[in-house]
């Protein structure tokens, strides 16, 4: 199967390069606050911070509301952070893999590197991240209104598919980076409108019966809801579903990976 020898491929990435593997993680962690006074505490704070302004301006200011009986503000804080976190997790991943490979030259001349090690460092540190983002989400639900539903359990699960897909189309990006550098300005583009046209902060139901179906085409639509089911509607995800998912998304790790290997020969004559 597809999406078991991109699995075994992987784990057999970082099992091999573990050590090697999570000490850069730990450098990319560390590394993104050096020299601030706050820290790690930024973790916290930023997303703390991007929720009150986004729950502001999209449940006040625009009046969004969820079809849900409730005109709560936490619960509308909730469902926007749930999917500010899983925007964010593929959007830091794709946005920075364009520029991995020449941000890192010197892996490619110098030193003896898996460089297809790189796309999987910065995942590895978007995972802390979010981890961090679920810890302040769980506090923010359990003081507000108590235990989250047993599914909540299933959220690592639901981010599974969603995590292979970033993965692979991260390595077809740090490869495309390196030979078309225009890659990266398009993909901050896109990246801004996939963020207002991924249900991030609305339900699908607030659009046009016509436009729905649309929004189902955008990958991210279907984890976010699944997410929001899990996490605040204890609903367990379609397990037929998810699997399509879970295939899709080898199948692009998979082909992400092989264009990757296939490419990276002439990395070195490029940079």
Not at 122 to 127: D, E, S, T
Request: charged share 10%.
């Amino acid at each position: 199967m597809i999406g078991g020898n991109t699995l075994n491929r992987f784990t057999f990435m970082r099992w091999r390069h573990r050590e090697l593997l999570l000490a850069l993680i730990e450098r990319e962690v560390t590394g993104r606050y050096r020299g601030s006074i706050a820290g790690l505490l930024w973790s916290f704070l930023n997303p703390l911070l991007m929720l009150l302004v986004y729950t502001f301006v999209f449940s006040v200011v625009f009046k969004v509301r969820w079809d849900t009986g409730s005109d709560s503000k936490s619960q509308f804080a909730l469902l926007v952070f749930t999917g500010m976190m899983v925007f964010n997790l593929f959007s830091e991943c794709i946005s920075r893999a364009p520029g991995l490979i020449p941000s890192n030259a010197n892996y490619v001349k110098k030193v003896v590197f898996p460089l297809d090690l790189l796309p999987g460092v910065i995942l590895g540190a978007v995972l802390f991240h979010t981890l961090v983002s679920f810890i302040v989400w769980l506090i923010f639900h359990l003081l507000v209104f108590g235990l989250p539903p047993f599914t909540t359990l299933l959220f690592p699960l639901v981010l599974l598919p969603l995590v292979l897909f970033t993965l692979g189309l991260s390595w077809f990006l740090a490869s495309l980076g390196v030979y078309l550098r225009d890659i990266g300005q398009v993909i901050g583009v896109l990246m801004s409108a996939l963020m207002l046209l991924s249900a991030v902060f609305y339900p699908v139901s607030a659009l046009p019966t016509a436009y729905q179906h649309w929004l189902y085409l955008n990958p991210l639509t279907l984890v976010i809801e699944s997410s929001r089911d899990v996490l605040i509607w204890g609903v367990v995800p379609d397990i037929s579903l998810w699997l399509g998912q879970l295939v899709g998304a080898s199948v692009v790790a998979f082909l992400g990976h092989a264009w990757f290997e296939k490419t990276r020969q002439g990395f070195a004559d490029v940079l």
